[in-house]
């Protein structure tokens, strides 16, 4: 064991000294200069032509120094996890170590929301005129509102068009909050708890996955910072973590079925999840790329296809029978995002200001992953690092297929946090995990306490 009581990471992916540290820290510098010059440029642009929509550039947020309930909290379980995690990950046994990581996770998340309090922090997320429960009483004919939800996405196609937040997901995502409330779990608290819940267990899919089909010594490596993930500032309250959530699973169920985990359950589950999650939101049909991934690693690819292409048709079959059509709704949404903000924001700085967005969601630690995860896909060695690269990789360039659609003009430190937790693992690549776990919580910590963010 390392001086951190953590196994020793495979052959190939360990620090060579001094030299390898120092790189790590230009790597991590450079994030921070992205996202320096992503502010100064975009005040100046903002101040100029007002053409960003956003108010602390490149963040939707606000300069709002505060303190509130959840700090003290959120200040302990930084401490426990940073003194505690690496070593912890190391011993449990494995199923323990995934509740563990909701635990902590849930824990870390809830504490971060509450330094807004209940009210902002949780309560009223996911009730402002953009979100889903805006709706709810609209949704009291569900075949009837699905044959006509199209309608109401673009702007002056219908007297009532949806919010912004209903027009810009298919409809499973509004689903969701309507059946919660028929289940009598209505408004947004329990909106919010919902998706804390939920979307706290995002990070034990990506474990599952890792685990199956790199290395476990790397995945209980990479456990401590996706329980203590910066990410967690916008996970707490946002329908975007229980998305990410649901991919996560897919993606899961995906790896044990290629490995020959039960492939016809587990291909089935797959596939009905991957529906879900293109149900849920039309930017997560990216996440195929991250299940070529698994394909591509995986030792059955053959014998669960076609278990999980059944699965993954009975969503789209249900909403298309019910007469909601994906893509041309999808068509619909297109017009609509270049009706509003989205036609007039700029690419030419939003597609790199997008990525600095992300270095405050994923942390200056995962930067220096990143950069040791690129050391081992270079090496091109059939090893546990290599495979356990490429699925992080795979991420990545979902992220930026995102970037260049231009479908993703800001806004993406919520958007984006599906993809941007599969980078987090990049972590486990780096030695010293205390420090760099300190640095995640440090920067978190601040996010919360200066900034009023939008979600």
Excluded at 58 to 83: D, K, N, R
Excluded at 373 to 394: D, I, K, Q, S
Aim: aromatic share 12%; net charge positive; glycine share 10%.
């Amino acid at each position: 064991m390392t001086s951190d009581l953590l196994p020793e990471a495979p052959a190939g992916t360990r620090g060579a000294g001094r030299g390898d540290l120092r790189r790590d820290l230009y790597a991590a510098a450079a994030a921070v200069l992205l996202f320096a010059a992503a502010a100064v440029v975009g005040t100046a642009v903002e101040h100029r032509d007002g053409t960003l929509f956003v108010n602390w550039p490149p963040l939707l947020a606000y300069w709002s120094p505060h303190t509130g309930p959840g700090t003290a909290a959120a200040i302990a379980v930084a401490v426990v996890i940073v003194a505690y995690g690496p070593a912890v990950a190391a011993r449990l046994p494995w199923r323990w170590l995934l509740l563990a990581v909701w635990g902590a996770g849930t824990a870390w998340t809830w504490s971060l929301a509450l330094i807004d309090g209940w009210q902002r922090g949780i309560a009223r997320r996911l009730t402002t005129r953009y979100e889903y429960l805006q709706v709810i009483d609209d949704f009291r004919d569900i075949p009837a509102t699905l044959r006509h939800f199209t309608e109401h996405i673009v702007v002056g196609a219908s007297p009532e068009h949806w919010p912004a937040h209903v027009a810009g997901h298919p409809p499973a995502a509004t689903l969701t909050f309507v059946y919660l409330d028929r289940i009598g779990l209505g408004g947004g608290a329990w909106a919010g708890v919902w998706c804390i819940t939920v979307g706290g267990t995002a990070a034990l899919g990506i474990l599952v996955t890792l685990r199956t089909l790199a290395d476990e010594r790397l995945a209980r490596r990479a456990a401590p910072f996706l329980a203590l993930a910066p990410a967690a500032v916008w996970m707490g309250t946002s329908a975007d973590g229980y998305f990410a959530a649901v991919a996560a699973w897919a993606v899961a169920l995906l790896a044990l079925a290629v490995t020959g985990h039960r492939p016809r359950w587990t291909g089935f589950a797959s596939g009905l999840l991957f529906g879900l999650t293109v149900f849920l939101s039309y930017g997560l049909t990216l996440f195929v790329v991250v299940a070529a991934a698994v394909l591509l690693l995986g030792s059955e690819r053959v014998r669960p296809l076609p278990f999980a292409l059944a699965g993954f048709a009975v969503v789209p079959a249900v909403f298309t029978a019910l007469g909601f059509y994906w893509w041309e709704a999808y068509d619909l949404l297109v017009t609509r995002y270049d009706q509003g903000a989205g036609g007039t924001r700029p690419q030419a700085y939003w597609v790199w200001a997008n990525l600095a967005c992300q270095v405050l969601v994923v942390g200056t630690a995962t930067a220096a992953g990143l950069r040791r995860t690129g050391a081992a896909l270079l090496r091109r060695e059939g090893t546990a690092a290599f495979r356990f690269g490429v699925l992080v990789t795979a991420a990545l360039v979902a992220m930026l297929v995102a970037d260049l659609s231009g479908m993703s003009k800001a806004e993406t430190e919520r958007i984006w946090l599906p993809f941007a937790l599969w980078l987090l693992p990049a972590c486990a690549f780096l030695p010293r995990p205390r420090a760099w776990l300190a640095a995640q919580a440090v920067l978190a910590l601040l996010v919360n306490h200066l900034l009023l963010t939008g979600w």
